[in-house]
């Protein structure tokens, strides 16, 4: 275990996160605090980079319609920190940031998670209305 990842749970401590699972040999903690919108979020210390990734929601089948990613690109440009992507088999939109850890701060990773919450006030609703619009 690396003196990053034990400062950035201190960090996720201070900022009154619930740690809800932890892997100390991969470096790997999920944090909640839902009245935030932050639902497993995954923080991830990978030398020399900070990853945060919190699933945003699954794609159904057919929903890859240009207009949605299209307008997926749109709510990327008001997000304060991080974006939404794709992973890799393009099956679920996850909210994702990174941060170095040289010189982490615990403003900087206050900033990242409430970039995060931010974003799911903003477009949580239109994301959800998304996935029931293209379930039926």
Avoid: C, W
């Amino acid at each position: 275990m690396s003196k990053n990842f034990d400062r950035v749970r201190d960090y996720l401590l201070d900022l009154n996160l619930a740690i809800i699972g932890e892997d100390e040999a991969e470096e790997l903690l999920v944090v909640s605090d839902e009245e935030s919108g932050i639902n497993h979020l995954i923080v991830d210390v990978e030398d020399p980079i900070l990853v945060l990734e919190q699933l945003i929601l699954e794609m159904p089948e057919g929903a890859g319609t240009n207009g949605f990613f299209r307008r997926l690109l749109q709510m990327n440009r008001t997000l304060v920190h991080g974006a939404y992507v794709l992973d890799e088999e393009g099956r679920r939109v996850i909210f994702r940031d990174t941060l170095q850890l040289e010189n982490l701060d615990p403003n900087e990773l206050e900033g990242s998670i409430q970039a995060l919450s931010l974003a799911m006030a903003e477009h949580g609703s239109e994301l959800l209305e998304f996935v029931h619009a293209a379930a039926r």
